[in-house]
T-cell receptor, first 114, second 112 residues
Framework: DSGVTQTPKHLITATGQRVTLRCSPR?????VYWYQQSLDQGLQFLIQ???????AKGNILERFSAQQFPDLHSELNLSSLELGDSALYFC?????????????FGPGTRLTVL | GENVEQHPSTLSVQEGDSAVIKCTYS??????FPWYKQELGKRPQLIID?????GEKKDQRLAVTLNKTAKHFSLHITETQPEDSAVYFC???????????FGTGTRLLVSP
């Protein structure tokens, strides 16, 4: 157990819908990262937050948004869902925002868009 | 930006053999190189990492080597076991970077 929690574990929804994925970082970690992993694909970096502020953006679609709250948990919002958005979504956390800090991954949320 | 290439994409070995996975990176400022193991449907787990002030690091059956001149690093798994079967990802980053850049993954299959 990495100490990073994600809810829900599984999410099944229809095209055009909107969902929210939640992540709680390890105790003491201030930085949260979101990744998307499609079937048999690698880890695509979406976005990073540090202490409530957005720090870096990757291949995140405009239909997707995220935020980090004062208690440091983060939410990833996915809207106007398409079949291709079906994937595993992971969040990871680290103490600081530097890329050299060890990132610990949560168990992931499996999103299925029908 | 940083780019990480990983080879091979698939690796099949017999139990007890060694396995080697290689990665190359493009940004000479990178100085942190972690390796993650991901079992099917599970989260990536950090198994070993190396920083640029060392050339080699060992942890039981795992070893990582780093060649900064050639900008490549490798994961060596000795005495492989069936439970080593998983996808392995290398990654690279640096102090001024905001994120890890991951390789495309190697699917390792260890046959009994």
């Amino acid at each position: 157990d990495s100490g990073v929690t994600q809810t829900p574990k599984h999410l099944i929804t229809a095209t055009g819908q909107r969902v929210t994925l939640r992540c709680s970082p390890r105790s003491g970690d201030l930085s949260v990262y979101w990744y998307q992993q499609s079937l048999d694909q690698g880890l695509q970096f979406l976005i990073q937050y540090y202490n409530g502020e957005e720090r870096a953006k990757g291949n995140i679609l405009e239909r997707f948004s995220a935020q980090q709250f004062p208690d440091l948990h983060s939410e990833l919002n996915l809207s106007s869902l398409e079949l291709g958005d079906s994937a595993l979504y992971f969040c990871a956390s680290s103490v600081a925002p530097s890329g050299t800090d060890t990132q610990y991954f949560g168990p992931g949320t499996r999103l299925t868009v029908l | 930006g940083e780019n990480v290439e990983q080879h091979p994409s698939t690796l099949s070995v017999q139990e007890g053999d060694s396995a080697v996975i290689k990665c190359t990176y493009s940004d000479s400022a990178s100085n942190y190189f972690p390796w993650y193991k991901q079992e099917l449907g599970k989260r990536p787990q950090l198994i070993i990492d190396i920083r640029s002030n060392v050339g080699e690091k060992k942890d039981q059956r795992l070893a990582v080597t780093l060649n900064k001149t050639a900008k490549h690093f490798s994961l060596h798994i000795t005495e492989t076991q069936p439970e080593d079967s998983a996808v392995y990802f290398c990654a690279a980053s640096g102090a001024g970077f905001q994120k890890l850049v991951f390789g495309t993954g190697t699917r390792l299959l260890v046959s009994p």
